[in-house]
């Protein structure tokens, strides 16, 4: 049983910034693709960033040079640091966890930012 517990959402002003952790835990393999969805109201979950073990990248558009996802693979934690926030950003922010061999996808619980004006 593999479980993602994200920390680090909150309420911040425009411009400010917030620093999202996310902690595996359970058995899954060392290759793999950890990364982070947001899911505004109304709106469809959407990609904000995700990196493999391998340390190769993946970003929206609309975040990057604001937002950095980071990984520590000993530990079994992937981060997302925001900086410059928008009311935009607003949304409820996923992590997730994908494994190709013997497929394995897990997603955490969620957590809320919200950014104010």
């Known amino acids: 049983q593999v479980q993602l517990v994200e920390s680090g959402g909150g309420l911040v002003q425009a411009g400010g910034s917030l620093r999202l952790s996310c902690a595996a835990s359970g058995s899954f393999f060392a290759i793999n693709t950890m990364g982070w969805y947001r899911q505004a109201p109304g709106k469809q979950r959407e990609l904000v960033a995700t990196?493999?073990?391998?340390?190769?990248?993946n970003y929206a558009g609309s975040v990057k040079g604001r937002f950095t996802i980071s990984r520590d693979n000993a530990k079994n934690m992937v981060y997302l640091q925001m900086n410059s926030l928008k009311p935009e950003d607003t949304a409820v922010y996923y992590c997730n966890l994908r494994q190709f061999s013997e497929y394995l996808e897990v997603w955490g619980q969620g957590t809320l930012v919200t950014v104010s004006s």
């Open positions: 990196m493999s073990n391998a340390r190769s990248t």
